[in-house]
């Protein structure tokens, strides 16, 4: 009985031994640290946020700098684009420190937990910082502590971006101004000390700053906002945000710090934790730093990193994009110029299309909501706008620039909005919300589809096309360019599901069912290929990182391997020539193009491309993308758009369910056939997918969903019919 009794417990062990191994590969997997201070912003710095306040952490040992921003704070209004604003810098001067005395130093991101630490040794003493965006109590928290009495004496300064005076009172810094739009905006930081004394002076430049002398410990809390709000009717303007940042102190200053902590990382990991991923059984590379990581790749297979790039992207939509605020632009959230490249605005010839590729399919649904009520705000504004442009016509589309006001600038993009339309579609594709559809995305549906059945232009042949189109970003402009083409296609489809699903607008449902038949479809080339145009006329050496004629490939679904075979080679074709190396977001989409082609080892080859250590912060087209040692995208320079389309491509290689039923690894890549598991990714239909493989075949798999259903699968080459267990 002994015996028995020790065996069970030696098994016991070994499984507990097997299990905490696996979880702290996986654990493990979700750090990126390095062993030095970041010294520049966009290459070096690691990102926080909570959807409205953002911040990039440099971490210096002698002087911390965080440069700070809020999504709302833009030039420009319903006429200029303006651009996107850095909002302030927090400078922290630790007195009487010699950095290069610093022992054991390491900086980590934690993308388990959204936190942000520094811990280092001084004089044989251990100095931590806890950092973190929280968006229950919407502030920016940091904390310090050490294992020394008496050990901070420091100086504190909070600068404006516009220049500002900081003033100081109390326990608190705070800067307030006004744009030249009118916008309103203010910053608050406050301060909390176990021990030493507090003093606030003026600096040379006659701004406010905070002197600590020897506190054991302190914690700073960062709030910012404008008086921006989302409503046209309001004339975007909203509460004063100096009461808005002092209502956030007060009440977060009132909880103890371990209930923020706890608050935050609680909030985040109901997003986060949805989602687990591990590709291989033994292959962590953690114990070195992750830019080593990077540049060790190539020569050394490092599937875990395959899988922190993964995480990280849904890091950094959750950390970009909250229910509330502004959707995530071309950086995201994080900004330190006024005159950023491209405004670091919002794109609509693909850029934030792709920012909300993963929303969905890597259960992250509420993440979406930003992009899709910034659509619903834009609207009257655009209406105007597209009237004055295209006379009569009813509904509206976009120019290729836009703000958080209406404003637009560059060439007119006549598909944009209908690309917008597809977040609308996609996200009642995935949540089966028909409250949601009837009263939201059906109304903004409807008139897209109006402007497209009032702007096509009908011939006499009984063809429809689009007129004066232009493919992103180069060729002449022409009709019936595949880029207009295949979006109004995509468009009219998800209206006619839309009106299906809800049983109304029988009449205007078949008229646009009409216009679809007959609308110009894609058509093969001469060599083989995909024709960007009508004319067949497409040059096999072009390399141009834009491959919009292949959107009814991905993110469309006019063009499968099942359905339309012909196509779907014709788009490979086309594909090949294009050529794997481009800037960062290009070879992020292409990932995705070779997932719907069912090419996992193409789409390897491209992910592995985008796994490239790059430098430097020039505008360059024709230099190699790839990420910077923060693991952001180099365009080059930073966009973030690659970090979110790598993310929707794992998702698209392990899981596809856009032709009506749910495809177990359609695209898995060789190098992770032997083993794998993944929880958590959602497909159409408000399933929740789960399930491991091994040599490259599914052994186990779980669908759930909010009530019992039965779903078509394709599992390991076969089709099945299965029931899907209600949570």
Known sequence: MMNF?????????VLLLTYSFSQA?????????DDKPAKDWMTQA??????KLGAMVFAGVDEEHIQFNESSLWTGNEHETGAYQAFGD???????????KATQYKRVLDLSNALHKVDYQYDNLLYSREYFSSYPDQLLVFNYTSKAKNAYSITIKLKDAHASKTQGNANRLTVSGVL??????????????????????????GNSQIHLENANAFTLFLAAATDYINQRAKHWKGENPEQIVDRNLVNATAKKYDVLKNNHVKDYQNLFNRVALQIGKNNSKTEVPTVRRILNYKKDEDTGLENTLFQYGRYLLISSSRKGGLPANLQGLWNNSNNPPWRSDYHSNINIQMNYWPAEPANLAESNIPYLDYINSMREVKKENTQKEYPGVRGWTVKTENNIFGGESFLWNTPGSAWYAQALWDHYAFNQDKTYLKEFAYPILKEISEFWDDHLKRRADGVIVAPNGWSPEHGPKEDGVSYDQQIVYDLFTNYIEAADSLKIDTDYRNHIAALKDHLLKPKIGKWGQLQEWEEDKDDQNDKHRHASHLFALHPGRQISLSKTPELARAAEVSLTARGDESTGWSMAWKMNFWARLHDGNHAYKILKNFITLVGGDGIDYNQGGGIYA?????HPPFQIDGNFGYTAGVAEMLLQSHEGFIEFLPAIPDQWKSYGEIKGLKARGNITVSFKWENGKVTSYNLSGPKASTMKIKVNG????????KK
Do not use: M
Request: one cysteine or more; charged letters at 25%; hydrophobic letters at 40%.
């Open 90 to 100: 927090l400078f922290i001067k630790f007195k009487n420190i010699d950095p290069s």
């Open 630 to 634: 923060n693991l952001l995208c180099a």
């Open 46 to 51: 690691y990102p926080i946020g909570n959807g």
């Open 5 to 13: 009794k020790r065996k069970t417990l030696k098994l016991f062990f």
């Open 25 to 33: 590969q996986i654990n493990n997997n979700l750090r990126i640290w």
């Open 180 to 205: 030249e739009n009118g916008l309103k905006y203010a910053s608050t930081l406050q301060i909390k000390h176990d021990g030493g004394t507090l003093t606030i002076d003026k600096d040379a430049d």
């Open 718 to 725: 076969s089709f099945k019919d299965v029931i899907v267990k």
